[in-house]
Nanobody
Framework: QVQLVESGGGLVQTGGSLRLSCTASGMVSAIKTIGWHRQIPGRQRELVAQFTSSGSQLYGDSVKGRFTISRDNAKNTVYLQMDSLKPEDTGVYFC??????????????????WGQGTQVTVSS
């Protein structure tokens, strides 16, 4: 299995910055994609930023130009740098990893793993 541990959430003012961290353990070599989603109250969970299987970066339209995803493979850690934060960014942010084909059993192919979530609150 894959374990995801998140940190870095908190309370900031409009225009401020936060950096979230997600550290993976377990079958790290089997991870195909990894990134961040968020849950805003009253809305469906949405993609924030993600590394694709080819290593390219994918961003949601609402955060393009303000958020940056990065990683440190030696530490098995993915980061989300959030700048120019707005009240509309308030919500719970989740780290998510998906497995590829390098797994011991076919049933594990494509399985998703989620972190516990971290709260981000931006005051107006």
């Amino acid at each position: 299995q894959v374990q995801l541990v998140e940190s870095g959430g908190g309370l900031v003012q409009t225009g401020g910055s936060l950096r979230l961290s997600c550290t993976a353990s377990g079958m790290v070599s089997a991870i195909k994609t990894i990134g961040w989603h968020r849950q805003i109250p009253g809305r469906q969970r949405e993609l924030v930023a993600q590394f694709t299987s080819s290593g390219s970066q994918l961003y949601g339209d609402s955060v393009k130009g303000r958020f940056t995803i990065s990683r440190d493979n030696a530490k098995n850690t993915v980061y989300l740098q959030m700048d120019s934060l707005k009240p509309e960014d308030t919500g719970v942010y989740f780290c998510k990893a998906a497995l590829g084909d390098n797994v011991p059993y076919p049933i594990l192919k494509g399985m998703d793993y989620w972190g516990q979530g971290t709260q981000v609150t931006v005051s107006s």
